[in-house]
């Protein structure tokens, strides 16, 4: 029998003995929230709610015997249900201090780069300036309420002088608005968000990811600590790594265009 096939029949037992782990009929109920993020989590056609990140909690949660409810937050609402113990667990969270105060975080299920979007013409100053910089030469920026970035962009919103410099609204597809009628000049969105949505706009034409990424911060899933215990968080990254060596994540990341070490397949040459 070859390596891989060792691998992956080593795997598909840690599965069921994940799968084990919580008794038959134990009540495991665990609610996520989500809001339209495309094609994070995001409302099928037919009125179901799907997504990469969707899918990968659904098995994962399967896998250790949990059933997987879903809430439909926006993302500062979803902080603050997650605080009060209302919601268990909200994907794809950066690691704040001041949320270590009431989550868990468990490993990211992706790894994905905050980038900084900007109308094609104006990508010339983003290769060697930094958010601060094109701030103080008189940019405008974007973002979603609640939404930290990294700790680039949380300095600057701490920053008096460029308050009035960044604009921060609760659903991303009026920043693009903004940001194609010139009232904006940057907005920051994860690489894949980013991509899929002004694909679906019809404006991946005009504005493009620039070279500006911010740096990758610790964070994935934030599980509430009203309602999960490190053990559990502990399980859950065991399913992740279990689902990888199977070969089960690599299938289901594909279709989103996401290679086998859940990142954005990119063009050779490409420097994004």
């Given at each position: 029998?070859s390596?891989?096939?060792?691998?992956?029949a080593?795997?598909?037992l840690?599965?069921g003995l994940?799968?084990?782990a919580?008794?038959a009929?134990a009540a495991?109920v665990?609610?996520?929230?989500w809001?339209?993020?495309?094609?994070h989590t995001?409302?099928?056609p037919?009125?179901?709610?799907?997504?990469?990140?969707?899918e990968?909690?659904r098995?994962?949660?399967a896998?250790?015997?949990?059933?997987?409810?879903?809430?439909?937050?926006?993302?500062?609402?979803?902080?603050?249900a997650?605080r009060?113990?209302?919601?268990?667990?909200?994907?794809a969270?950066?690691?704040?201090?001041?949320r270590?105060?009431?989550a868990?975080?468990s490993?990211?299920?992706?790894?994905?780069?905050?980038?900084?979007?900007?109308?094609?013409?104006d990508?010339?100053?983003t290769?060697?300036l930094?958010?601060?910089?094109?701030?103080?030469?008189?940019?405008?920026l974007?973002?979603?309420?609640?939404?930290?970035y990294?700790?680039?962009?949380?300095?600057l919103?701490?920053?008096?002088?460029y308050?009035g410099q960044?604009v921060?609204?609760?659903?991303?597809?009026?920043?693009?608005?903004?940001?194609?009628?010139?009232?904006?000049?940057?907005?920051?969105?994860n690489e894949l968000?980013?991509?899929?949505e002004?694909?679906?706009?019809g404006?991946?034409?005009?504005i493009?990811?620039?070279?500006l990424?911010l740096?990758?911060e610790?964070?994935?899933?934030?599980?509430?600590?009203?309602s999960?215990?490190?053990?559990?968080?502990?399980?859950?990254?065991?399913?992740?790594?279990?689902?990888k060596?199977?070969?089960?994540?690599?299938?289901?990341?594909?279709?989103?265009?996401?290679?086998?070490?859940g990142?954005l397949?990119?063009?050779?040459g490409s420097a994004?």
């Open positions: 029998m390596r891989r096939a060792l691998a992956q080593f795997a598909s840690l599965l994940l799968g084990m919580v008794p009929g495991c665990k609610t996520l929230a809001s339209e993020d495309p094609p995001m409302r099928l037919d009125g179901s709610v799907g997504g990469i990140e969707i990968l909690h098995e994962l949660l896998l250790l015997g949990c059933e997987l409810r879903l809430q439909e937050l926006p993302f500062a609402r979803a902080l603050a997650l009060a113990g209302e919601v268990d667990v909200i994907p969270t950066l690691a704040r201090p001041e270590e105060a009431y868990r975080f490993r990211p299920l992706l790894q994905l780069r905050n980038v900084l979007f900007v109308r094609r013409p990508t010339g100053p290769q060697h930094r958010l601060a910089g094109l701030v103080a030469a008189g940019w405008r974007g973002g979603q309420t609640g939404v930290a990294g700790s680039e962009f949380v300095a919103l701490e920053d008096r002088r308050r960044i921060q609204v609760p659903y991303r597809q009026s920043l693009w608005q903004m940001l194609a009628r010139h009232r904006l000049d940057g907005v920051l969105a968000t980013g991509v899929h002004l694909r679906a706009l404006l991946q034409d005009l493009v990811p620039s070279e990424a740096a990758v610790r964070g994935g899933s934030a599980w509430s600590r009203h999960t215990e490190a053990e559990f968080v502990e399980r859950f990254n065991g399913a992740l790594q279990t689902l060596t199977s070969g089960r994540y690599a299938t289901l990341l594909a279709p989103y265009g996401l290679d086998a070490r990142a397949q990119r063009p050779v994004h």
